[in-house]
């Protein structure tokens, strides 16, 4: 086994520091335009109309692009280095000119809407702001595609570390107009959709400055043809395959968005289940589960995903490296989600109260964040299992569980929000979904990837893991009850949140130490590349 294919926990913590510190800033935004916004109609019409951009932002920036690309990219770099500089160049043109394209087709039918007053009155600042942020579609996958060529070249930092510039320039446009200029909240979300697409070409600029001592550009694309068509045969079912949870969160955001695009009724004047704020609930709700999966799931996937694809060809190699990265995984991913359950109340609070954001609007986004924590453990496992059957051009088989879990999700959703459940049911629809699809992936992992996944060794580190998890939440549970409910006020919540947290993290290690469980070895050691143990 190559040196390079063994060191892939060591990129991931390169990888989790670098989308620690975007995430941190993520949640400083969020707070921001919670306090701006509140979970108001107008914080629904800029999330219904983000929906789109921000699909494309987590498909892409997630690793759905690098995923029918990198494998193709990686080989060729090992034996043609000049196919690799060609087909990155035709790639990164071919997507700005595609989507471009599409932009301005999309753009134009907008404008259309808007002058023909098609659109209703309570759509159309969505809109606008739909329009506003369109462009950042292509430059988001462009930045991608640079961001592919980086992490193959060993370089995880610079794509990592992008997001931050959404969202310094989302934080500087929802201060600066609220605050600053003390602008409309109409204004200040105009504001905020204009700092989307200078992030877009922020980020473009940044990926092409760290490419520079990497990769060469080159106007000689035409023998780069037949590869590029192999990438864009792998990329729909990648999208759909890796994209499952994300598409459903799209596919939630439109259902939610409903009463901000059309009105609070049906067609035949029957009262929508949801109200105009419920689209902005599920944002504020999906952000704060998407931080640990950013932070960890992700990460790790990001960072396996190459020495997966090198070790293609090597069955005992490539099986270790799954092996691994699914463990890692479910070692950090599950406490996430056991944590989450019981600290969803006090980090809402932390995160959001204040200013326009009230204890009420708190409340709904609690509960919809408990349904999303079973998407943290899952999405986590889904991002390796996925990534080790792309390494092994295996694009078919998680293009069909995704499309099963999108219609299960969109079945519940639809299906339960008519019940007291209301929004938290599509929260629901997207943690059992994700559960569904981690599930159907693993037992479809043996037989497709020609490997031995479930050993003893990795089923005793599964049940080892289990056990972690459940004696910590408990620790955390009876620490919870002991300090009982908080007072009213955001430095009690704060207090009690890192007091959880503390404990929580303290008592995870402790446990994994007497248990000897190696997980917690390799995400510390630098050098993780031994095999596998019986332990």
């Not at 809109?127 to 070249?153: I, K, N, R, Y």
Request: glycine content about 12%; some cysteine; hydrophobic content about 55%.
């Amino acid at each position: 086994m190559s040196t390079r294919s063994q060191h892939f926990i060591g990129h991931a913590r390169t990888v989790a520091g670098l989308t620690a510190v975007s995430r941190v800033s993520g949640l400083v935004r969020d707070a921001v335009v919670s306090k701006a916004f509140g979970a108001s109609p107008i914080w629904s019409a800029f999330v219904t109309a983000f929906v789109l951009p921000n699909l494309f932002r987590r498909l892409f920036g997630e690793g759905a692009l690098a995923a029918a690309f990198v494998p193709t990219y990686a080989k060729l770099c090992e034996s043609d280095p000049g196919a690799a500089r060609r087909l990155a160049s035709l790639i990164a043109g071919g997507l700005l000119v595609a989507l471009g394209g599409v932009v301005v087709l999309l753009e134009g039918v907008g404008a259309v809407l808007l002058l023909t007053d098609t659109v209703p009155e309570a759509g159309r600042l969505t809109l606008t702001l739909a329009m506003l942020m369109l462009p950042f579609m292509a430059l988001v996958c462009t930045s991608a595609m640079l961001g592919g060529v980086l992490q193959t070249h060993g370089r995880f930092g610079p794509p990592a570390g992008a997001p931050i510039l959404l969202n310094i320039c989302m934080v500087g446009a929802a201060a600066g107009a609220h605050w600053g200029l003390e602008w409309s909240i109409e204004d200040t979300a105009i504001a905020l959709a204009i700092s989307v697409l200078v992030a877009g070409v922020l980020q473009v600029a940044w990926h092409l400055r760290a490419m520079r001592d990497v990769h060469e550009w080159t106007r000689d694309v035409r023998p780069a043809i037949d590869d590029a068509r192999g990438v864009l045969r792998r990329m729909l079912p990648v999208i759909v395959g890796m994209g499952a949870l994300q598409i459903g969160t799209l596919i939630d955001g439109l259902i939610a968005g409903y009463p901000v695009i059309v009105g609070p009724e049906l067609p035949g004047g029957a009262p929508y289940p949801l109200d105009g704020a419920s689209a902005g609930v599920l944002f504020f709700a999906s952000r704060l589960y998407q931080f640990p999966l950013g932070v960890f799931g992700i990460a790790i996937a990001t960072a396996v995903f190459p020495a997966l694809s090198r070790a293609a060809s090597d069955p005992s190699a490539f099986g270790h490296t799954l092996r691994r990265g699914l463990r890692t995984s479910l070692f950090v991913g599950l406490p996430a989600t056991l944590g989450l359950l019981i600290v969803a109340p006090d980090l809402t609070a932390v995160i959001y109260e204040g200013g326009a954001f009230s204890s009420e609007d708190s409340a709904r986004v609690v509960g919809a964040l408990r349904w999303y924590a079973l998407a943290v453990w899952s999405a986590s496992l889904t991002h390796v299992l996925t990534r080790g059957f792309y390494a092994k051009e295996d694009t078919v088989t998680p293009m069909r569980i995704g499309v099963v879990c999108v219609a299960l999700n969109i079945a519940l959703s639809v299906g339960l929000m008519w019940t007291p459940l209301g929004e938290r049911a599509l929260a629901l629809g997207t943690g059992v979904g994700a559960c569904v699809q981690a599930g159907l992936l693993m037992l479809l992992a043996t037989k497709r990837l020609g490997v031995d996944l479930f050993d003893r060794a990795f089923f005793k580190g599964l049940g080892r893991i289990g056990l972690c998890g459940a004696l910590m939440f408990g620790v955390v549970l009876g620490a919870g009850t002991l300090l009982g409910e908080p007072l009213a006020g955001w430095w009690t919540h704060a207090a009690r949140l890192l007091g959880l947290v503390a404990i929580g993290g303290v008592a995870y290690v402790i446990i994994a130490r007497i248990l000897r469980s190696p997980e917690l070895r390799w995400l510390v050691e630098r050098d993780s590349s031994g095999p596998d143990r019986p332990s």
